[in-house]
C-alpha cells in the first residue's frame, strides 16, 4: 500500500509538471484614492479600484498542437482592490442578465477557448466587443480611471440597457491575434458572433445578439482599427457602436485620435464623440492629456466635453505611481460624470472633476 | 531599513519556493455551441459549457509527510465558458441550502483536505457523492453535454430536492484513491458519510445525512465499480441511488455497461436505468456511443429511451474538438430533455434532442 | 502566418516567463468536525472550516524596483473547506455593507498593493484593522476554531454592527513589515486610515470611516504589541478598539497574555476582555491553552468565563491534526458561544462547549 501512495505522489507531481507547463497566472491590482465633484450637487473621497488599469486576476495558456494549429484558454476576472469584491458576469447581453451575487469572483472579464490555426484564431466564450478595444487602444487613458475616455464614448448605455463591453456566448475569428496590441505587425482583425439566447418564438427571441466586427493595421509607428457592433434590443430598437482610432509614436511624443458613434436607434439617442490625446515622455514615465467631445442627436443637442491630464510615472515596467484630473463640462442638459468608480449621480449641465492618485503592480 | 526591505524580499522569495512546491494549477476550459429542440414545443441556440469535460480551475498537492503518510488538497470550482460566471454550492445536502449568488466562483466542484495513510485516504470537505463516479467513468460521453448519461440517470432528482452529485460535510475513507480511475490498480474504494447539519430536536435533524459507499476493481482491460448513496430527507422518506457499472477494453473496442436505480422512497418515484456504450477508436480520437433506456415505477410505466453518438478528435492529450449528438424518446408521460446546459424545460412524451460541437483544452 | 503564431505562442512564453517571476499562491485547507452545545438550549454536530487556520487562497508577490524600493500585492480569500463556498466582503466598514451573494469567493481577507521604502511600506486596499492582530498573535489559538480568543474579544460587535477585524478602502503605513510577526526584529507598527465612503452632507456621511494604530517590538524571546482603532458609528457613537498583547517564548513553555477594550460608546456597551495562555510543546506538537475573562459596563455586571484546552500535532510544518476543547460560563446575563462556526445561537448565562478535531495543510 505504501508502494501505491508513493505512486499517488509520483502520479501527482507528473500531473503538476504536465498541468504547470502552460498556465499563465497574471493580474494587476491597483488602488486610487480619488475626490469626486458634481458641482452644486455633491462630492465624494474614496478609494476605487482601476485608476490606472482595472484590477484582475487571470490564468492563460497556449498549448503547440503542432502542424501551425496552437490551443489557448484565457479566463480572466475583475475584482475591487478596495474591497476585494469581485464582479458579476452577464448571461445574455442585455441589462436583463447582469449578475446577482456581485460580490463574488468570476471570470466575468474574459473567458475563452481557442483553436490557432495558420488561418487565425477561433475564440469561444465569453469575450470583449470589438469596439471597446478603440476605447482602450486609442486612450491614452486606456479607458481606466477618472479620465476614461469611455465617461463620454459610452454615453447613453445604461439608458438603452445594454453592456458595451464584452459579450457572452460568443464565437470569434480573430486574424493575427496577440496579447498586446503594440506587438501586431500589419493587417489583424475580428468578427463575431454573440448569442442572446432567448426564447425562439418570444418577441425578445434575438435580444442580446450581436454581430461585430474589427479591422486594426499596424505599420511602423502607426497603429489604428475601425470596428462596428450590433446588439439586437427589441425595447429599443438595436444598439450600434461605430468606432475608429489610432495612435502614432513620434518618439518626442505619441498622438491618439479616436471618434465613435453609439446609437440606440431611438429618435434623439445617437452620440457621437470625438477625442484627440497624447502621450507625452517624461523622466521614467508620460504624461497622458486628453480632449474629448461628444454630442447627442436630441433636440436640445445636449453636449459635454472632457479635458483630462495626468502623470505615470514607471518605477519599472509592471509598477507605477499616477495621478489624473479629469473635467467634464456638460451643456444642454447632458449630464455626464468622470470616473467610473465615483459613483457620483451625475446631474443635467453640472460640471463634474475628478482627481485620483494611485499605485498600480502588475503579474 | 533598507536591509528589512532586502530581507523581506527574500523572505518572501523563500516562502514562494515553499509554497508553489506542492501546489499544481489545472483545469479545464470548454466552449460548446448546441441546438437544442424539445418536439413540438420549443428550440434553441446557444453557448454552454462543457460539452466534453466541465469548465473548471482547481488548484490541488501533496506533500510527503514520510513513513508512509502524505497530506493532500483539493479545491476545485466550476465556471461557464460562455458567461464566464462561477457556480453556487450547497450547504446541507438538500434543496434548501442550494447557495444564492450563484455567478461568483467557489470551489463548489470538491474542497478537501486529506491525510494519505498506508491505510488509505481520510478525506474531509466537500466531495463527490459515490454513486456519482458510476455515471461519469462507465459513460462514454463522460457525463458531460448533450449526451449525458445522468439525463437519463438523474431523472426524478430535482423532484425530490436532492443533489445528487456531491456532499458538502462530508467525511471519507478512500482505498486505493487516484486522480484518474484507469491508473488504479487492484482494489479500490470510498466509504463517506456526509452531515446535513440540521438543527438538533426538529423534524428536518436529519436531513442531508448522507451514507455512501463503493467498491471497484481494475484487472487489466476491465475496470468496474458498485455504489450506493442515501440522502435523508424526511419531506421525501429518504433520496437512495444504487447504481453498478464497467469498462473494458478490448483495443478495437471499448465497450461500457451501466446500471442504476434512483429512488425517493415515494411510490412510484423510482427511477431504473440501463445503459450500453462503447468508445470505437477512430483515427486521432474515438466515436462515443450510448444506448440508455429509464423506466419509473409509477401507474403509468413512464419511460425514456436515449440515443446518442459523438465524435471526439484529439489534437493532443490536453486539446480536443467535438460533436454530440442525442435523442430522447419520452413515453408514457415522461419528459426527460438532453443536455444539462439547454435549459429548455421538457414536456410529457414530447422527443428531446440536439447537437453541440465544441473545443475543449486541458491545463 | 505560422510565423505568426509562433510569435504569439513564443510572447505567451516570455509573458509567462514575466508573469510567473513574482506570483505565490499560498493557502490553508482546514477541515473541522465539531460538536457544539448551549447547554439546556441546542447542540448540534457538524463540519466546519478552519479550526486550525481558516482555509484560504491567496496570491502574492513582490518586484524589487531598485534604490531601497519595492512593489507588492497580496490578494487573499477565504473559503468553506466544508461546502467549497466563498465569504462576501464589505463595502463600507459597517452592517450595511456586507456582501449579498456570499456563496461567491472574493479576495475578502485581503486585497492589498504596496510600495515599500526605506521608511516604510505604504499599502493600499482591504486590510486587517490593526486591532485585530492582537486577538491572532497573541492567542494560543490563533483566533480560530472553538477556542478562539475572539469569542469573548469581540463581545458586541455584532450589535454594534461593525466589522472588527477587516476594514475595505483603508491607506496604511507599515513599519518593519513581514509576513510572519515571529519575524519581525526590533520595533514594528502599522498606522491606517479607512474610508466608509458615506455621501457627503448626510448623517452618515462618516459612517465606516477608520482610524487605527499598532505599535509591537520584539525582542529576542519577547514579541508585544498595543494598538487602538476608531470605527465612525453615527447610530452607536462609534467604535473603538484598544488592546495589547504580548508572547514570551521560555523554550519549555511559550507564554501568552492580552488585554482588549471593545467599546460602542453608548451605555453599558463596553466589554474589557483578559486573556492569559501557553503553547506547552509536546512530542512534534504542542498544547495550547488559555483562560480568559470578559466583562461589560453594564448594571448586571455581565460576565463570561472561557477556559480552552487542545493539542496540535504536526505532521510537518505545513500539515497538522488538532484537537480543541473550548467551555464559557456566562453570568448575570451574558450569552457567549463558543466557535466562530458553530452557528449556535447564544442564551443568556448558558454555559457553551464545544470540541473540534480537525486536519488542516498548508501550501
Known amino acids: 500500500m505504501k508502494k501505491l501512495i508513493v505512486c499517488a505522489l509520483a502520479c501527482g507531481a507528473s500531473t503538476l509538471a504536465l498541468a504547470q507547463s502552460n498556465v499563465t497566472i497574471f493580474g494587476f491590482v491597483d488602488a486610487t484614492v480619488g475626490h469626486y465633484n458634481v458641482a452644486g450637487v455633491q462630492s465624494v473621497t474614496k478609494m476605487v479600484s482601476g ?57 466575468n472579464r474574459r473567458s475563452t477557448v481557442s483553436l490557432f490555426t495558420p488561418a487565425g484564431e477561433l475564440r469561444l466564450g465569453r469575450d470583449y466587443n470589438p469596439t471597446v478595444w478603440q476605447n482602450v487602444w486609442w486612450d491614452p487613458f486606456l479607458a481606466s480611471g477618472v479620465a476614461s475616455a469611455t465617461n463620454l464614448a459610452f454615453a447613453g448605455t445604461s439608458g438603452a440597457g445594454v453592456n458595451a463591453m464584452r459579450n457572452s456566448n460568443s464565437i470569434g ?3 493575427n491575434s496577440s496579447v498586446y496590441v503594440d506587438n501586431r505587425v500589419g493587417l489583424y482583425g475580428q468578427a463575431q458572433y454573440a448569442m442572446g439566447e432567448g426564447t425562439s418564438g418570444t418577441a425578445t427571441a434575438s435580444d442580446g445578439d450581436v454581430v461585430a466586427a474589427l479591422v486594426g493595421y499596424r ?3 502607426f497603429n489604428g482599427s475601425i470596428a462596428y457592433s450590433k446588439t439586437k434590443l427589441a425595447s429599443v430598437r438595436d444598439y450600434t457602436q461605430t468606432n ?12 491618439y485620435g479616436e471618434y465613435g458613434i453609439a446609437n440606440s436607434g431611438m429618435p434623439g439617442t445617437r452620440y457621437s464623440s470625438y477625442m484627440i490625446g497624447a502621450k507625452i515622455p517624461l523622466g ?28 505615470v510615472y514607471n518605477f519599472s515596467i509592471k509598477t507605477a505611481i499616477y495621478a489624473s484630473y479629469a473635467r467634464i463640462a456638460n451643456k444642454s442638459g447632458m449630464g455626464l460624470t468622470v470616473g467610473n468608480g465615483s459613483g457620483l449621480p451625475g446631474s443635467p449641465n453640472a460640471t463634474s472633476s475628478g482627481t485620483e492618485i494611485g499605485l498600480r503592480t502588475t503579474f
Open 284 to 311: 521614467s514615465g508620460y504624461i497622458p492629456v486628453a480632449l474629448q467631445t461628444v454630442s447627442q442627436n436630441n433636440a436640445a443637442d445636449s453636449k459635454a466635453n472632457q479635458y483630462a491630464i495626468g502623470y
Open 244 to 255: 475608429a482610432g489610432g495612435a502614432w509614436d513620434l518618439g518626442v511624443v505619441k498622438l
Open 173 to 175: 475569428y480573430v486574424y
Open 219 to 221: 505599420y511602423g509607428a
Open 51 to 107: 485608476g490606472n488599469q482595472a484590477s484582475r486576476l487571470g490564468f492563460r495558456g497556449t498549448e503547440d498542437l503542432g502542424g501551425g494549429l496552437a490551443a489557448g484558454f484565457w479566463i480572466e476576472g475583475q475584482f475591487a482592490t478596495d474591497t476585494g469584491a469581485g464582479s458579476g458576469s452577464n448571461t445574455n447581453n442585455t441589462a436583463s442578465g447582469n449578475g446577482t451575487g456581485q460580490s463574488g469572483f468570476s471570470f
